[in-house]
């Protein structure tokens, strides 16, 4: 009997790893769930739909003249445009597209990690992401992180390593060439892939890798061959490229929205990035803290594979900090944009870890601690500016401020005493309120600032206590020291110090039933064939369910695709409007529907100074969403 207990035990042991990373799975889909029927829709994910699906039904072509505004490659919008072309348009289909492509996405995860490292690590992998709300939320929606992070393990998965067989390595690179017909900014995957396998099997296989991947690749270009160069042309040097001139836009095109973010908010947008990709982040700088030395890979080809990420991921997380926080046309935009190559950072901390052997680790006790110390600091002060006054409560500032001090002029004390919020006053002219909203937002900062080293000086002593305490503890301070940070790291990734900071477009409500009846209740209002003026609001969505319905196709990106000057053809053949086209498009729309959040402005005063009857306003979209109810007018010359 014990013999047969201890054989169950055993066998149940031999099944925990895969258990765990179940486990992991489940939680991550049903929270996916959740999130995918409770974010609101934003303008990029009914752009990606509603175009999509007009492309998938022959609409439109994507990049066609005086089409929609076909700002990424050709397959970002195709995919879900098919998936909602076959099974049905609308945002539930979207949203239940977006949870397949999530637990695509963690079986890759899963069979990368446990190739190279182990079954536990695998199950560790699972759980990185499924205790991230964050990164949950951004893969529950329709919008591309969630597909190109399913492409991108899948793609290593096939073509990474050197026992790869060469019809792997063939659909490897051929899906890294559809991940560039995906989005612009992850071609570097396909040309990376191309260089290792020939670095990794020499000419042959290089070639076969080559052909396949380049060749999608140029399919692609070919089926919408030229107009396709217009995403190489407004995302390239026109001084390097002026032969691209006749694809690029205008530059007496004038943009109408800039982000105007100030460099406190782009450090914000840098923070962001790092508490909602924490765990990643951090795994990425403790695979640097313990590279080992080039003779003690196990052999040659773990070497290339660690090249290979450790590279790849420098240069995407570069290139996305350079697009977003150089920039102004998405600054806030930076913490989506490492979403897409995040899993990169994990397979790299696992793949380097795996390599791990007494001895063989360069001991660098003083950057760990440096690590252990700024990075909880650097946290504390992002999360400060979703909870400053939490941590600055108005009585303590109100106390702080009411604080008599003794004058002073140039070192000189004179008689009498002031308040705190006096000297302000009088050194910098600020009033009450703005010594007060100052002082709360900086006392904040320097209390949360301080949360984190309190945070970080506890992971150090439990770092240094540690040591030879059990047997299984490493006995590198650099290893320990990583272990506690990534451990403090994913008991944190639910609360809103990290991840569970991420709550943008949270909502109580159904959102998917919500657009739906709003879609509907709107298809009732409108007879077919109807031509729209769209700012029904900042997704495009309720548009996918009206029958027979016409809308300008330029619209859907909002304000983003509005300039403020241009000549009005060539505005509109490259996907944009402006006032030159204003004008004409009310006059010639039948009816006009705005978001009464969004009237307001030069389309208030051409509605309320015009020929316009309002004929209908529907129910707000969800409690959540306030002045949601769409405005419905009718042009009456």
Not at 38 to 60: H, P
Not at 363 to 392: C, H, M, N, W
Request: net charge neutral; charged share 15%; proline share 5%.
């Amino acid at each position: 009997m014990p013999t047969l207990a201890r054989r169950a035990v055993e066998k149940t042991k031999s099944w925990l790893p895969e258990a765990a990373a179940l486990a992991g799975a489940i939680v991550s889909f049903l929270q996916s769930r959740h999130y995918a029927l409770t974010q609101l829709s934003v303008l990029d994910e009914g752009a990606y739909l509603l175009k999509g699906f007009w492309f998938a039904t022959g609409q439109y072509v994507p990049y066609q003249d005086y089409g929609p505004f076909t700002n990424h490659m050709p397959l970002a919008f195709l995919i879900p445009g098919y998936v909602q072309a076959w099974f049905g348009p609308g945002l539930g289909v979207a949203r239940a597209f977006a949870l397949l492509l999530g637990l695509v996405f963690l079986v890759g995860l899963w069979l990368l990690s446990r190739r190279w490292g182990s079954r536990w690590w695998a199950a560790a992998a699972v759980w990185v992401f499924a205790l991230n709300p964050a990164v949950i939320k951004i893969y529950s929606v329709g919008v591309s992180q969630g597909l190109i992070a399913a492409m991108l393990v899948w793609t290593l998965y096939l073509a990474l390593g050197a026992e790869r067989p060469t019809w792997q390595i063939a659909l490897g690179s051929g899906l890294a060439g559809l991940m560039a017909l995906t989005r612009l900014n992850m071609t570097p995957v396909l040309f990376f892939v191309i260089v290792y396998v020939f670095w990794e099997h020499g000419r042959y296989r290089g070639l076969i890798a080559a052909g396949f991947g380049v060749g999608i690749w140029l399919i692609g270009h070919a089926v919408y061959w030229p107009n396709i160069l217009q995403m190489w042309a407004n995302y390239t040097p026109a001084a390097l490229t002026p032969f691209l001139d006749d694809w690029r836009i205008p530059v007496e095109a004038l943009p109408s929205w800039e982000s105007g973010a100030s460099l406190h908010g782009r450090w914000l947008s840098l923070l962001e990035a790092l508490r909602f990709n924490f765990v990643p982040l951090a795994a990425a700088l403790g695979a640097g803290l313990m590279w080992p030395k080039r003779t003690d890979w196990r052999n040659e080809s773990q070497w290339r594979i660690g090249i290979f990420l450790a590279t790849l991921f420098t240069l995407l997380l570069a290139m996305h900090a350079l697009a977003s926080l150089g920039g102004d046309y998405c600054v806030s935009c930076f913490p989506l944009y490492t979403s897409f190559f995040s899993s990169l950072a994990v397979l790299l901390f696992i793949h380097v870890w795996a390599q791990r052997t007494p001895g063989n680790v360069v001991e660098s006790r003083k950057a760990a601690i440096a690590v252990l110390l700024l990075l909880p600091a650097a946290v504390g002060y992002g999360a400060s500016v979703l909870a400053g006054a939490r941590f600055a409560p108005n009585t303590w500032v109100r106390w702080l401020l009411i604080r008599e001090l003794p004058r002073f002029d140039r070192l000189r004390i004179l008689p009498g005493r002031v308040p705190v919020w006096g000297l302000l006053e009088n050194r910098f002219g600020w009033e009450y309120a703005d010594a007060f909203r100052i002082v709360q937002n900086g006392l904040g900062y320097a209390l949360a600032v301080l949360a984190g080293l309190v945070v970080g000086l506890f992971l150090i002593w439990v770092v240094r206590t540690s040591q030879g305490r059990w047997a299984w503890v490493p006995k590198s301070f650099s290893i320990r020291a990583i272990g506690a940070l990534l451990v403090a790291g994913l008991l944190l990734s639910p609360t809103p110090v990290l991840g569970g900071g991420y709550r943008t477009y949270d909502c109580d409500s159904n959102v998917v039933d919500a657009y739906e009846r709003l879609g509907a209740e709107l298809d009732e209002i409108l007879p077919e064939g109807a031509l729209v003026f769209w700012r029904g609001g900042r997704s495009a969505v309720p548009l996918l369910y009206l029958d027979d319905v016409r809308a300008y196709p330029t619209q859907l990106n909002g304000d983003y695709t509005y300039r403020l000057a241009g000549e009005a053809d060539q505005l509109e053949r490259y996907g944009l409007w402006g006032p030159a086209l204003l004008d004409d498009w009310l006059r010639g729309a039948d009816f006009v529907l705005v978001e009464q959040d969004l009237y307001r402005t030069w389309l208030q005063a051409a509605i309320e100074n015009g020929p316009y009857d309002m004929v209908a306003t529907t129910a707000p979209l969800a409690d959540c969403a306030p002045r949601s109810e769409v405005l419905v007018f009718v042009y009456q010359p």
